[in-house]
Antibody
Framework: EVQLVESGGGLVKPGGSLRLSCVVS????????MNWVRQAPGKGLEWVSS????????FYAGSVKGRFTISRDNGKSSLYLQMSGLRAEDTAVYYC?????????????????WGRGVLVTVSS | QSVLTQTPSASGTPGQRVTISCSGS????????ASWYQHLSGTAPNLLIY???QRPSGVPDRFSASKSGTSASLVISGLQSEDEADYYC???????????FGTGTKVTVL
């Protein structure tokens, strides 16, 4: 079965850090660009970060740049999001998402496979 | 603040046709592929449309999409009760180097 499973969420104080992990199964992670997308309570979907297959092209949303770091380990079929300097506004469900385009051009991106999400709550 | 604007809500009775619009700019929809997502409460979002109008296998053919200039549209023909969800357009934006989602449209089946 093709699936993505996130872990590492939880309650953290403002200014704290958290590392999210996503393990994929049923397909090889290696060829795919991967993303993190989040949804804050009562809000819409917000893209957080993208990393290409070789980790050479990485992009971040302006709201997390300088605080979050995306990485991957293709051998371990895993995607990560290191979050630091967390703020209340980072409270959200975080989804690990596959880019199904398999294109070298990020302009062709679309998100075809989503994990179930993990909740991150930033509160004192 | 999203750079892709959608009408906040749309509704219809079962069997009706509903159109959701997505307004962007030359740096996103106007030059890059558009995709559409359905998000039912409590579940993971689901890809409905990719590459402007392509439908993944398993997505009912009552969902269709088009793009013209800097705007995109999603049409649900023959609305069903299970279509009640939030719908988002999305695509890469060259000006901010980010994948952007629309503001979302809540579809209600009356």
């Amino acid at each position: 079965e093709v699936q993505l499973v996130e872990s590492g969420g939880g309650l953290v104080k403002p200014g704290g850090s958290l590392r999210l992990s996503c393990v994929v199964s049923g397909f090889s992670l290696r060829p795919y660009r991967m993303n993190w997308v989040r949804q804050a309570p009562g809000k819409g979907l917000e893209w957080v970060s993208s990393i290409n297959s070789g980790s050479s092209y990485i992009f971040y949303a302006g709201s997390v740049k300088g605080r979050f770091t995306i990485s991957r380990d293709n051998g371990k079929s895993s995607l990560y999001l290191q979050m630091s300097g967390l703020r209340a506004e980072d409270t959200a469900v975080y989804y690990c998402v596959r880019d199904g385009s398999m294109s070298n051009y990020i302009r062709d991106s679309y998100l075809d496979l989503w994990g179930r999400g993990v909740l991150v709550t930033v509160s004192s | 603040q999203s750079v892709l604007t959608q009408t906040p809500s749309a509704s219809g009775t079962p069997g009706q046709r509903v159109t959701i619009s997505c307004s962007g700019s030359s740096s996103n929809i106007g030059s890059n592929s558009a995709s559409w997502y359905q998000h039912l409460s409590g579940t993971a979002p689901n890809l409905l449309i990719y590459s402007d109008y392509q439908r993944p296998s398993g997505v009912p053919d009552r969902f269709s999409a088009s793009k013209s200039g800097t705007s995109a549209s999603l049409v649900i023909s023959g609305l069903q009760s299970e279509d009640e969800a939030d719908y988002y357009c999305a695509g890469w934006d060259d000006s901010v180097n980010a994948f952007v989602f629309g503001t979302g449209t809540k579809v209600t089946v009356l």
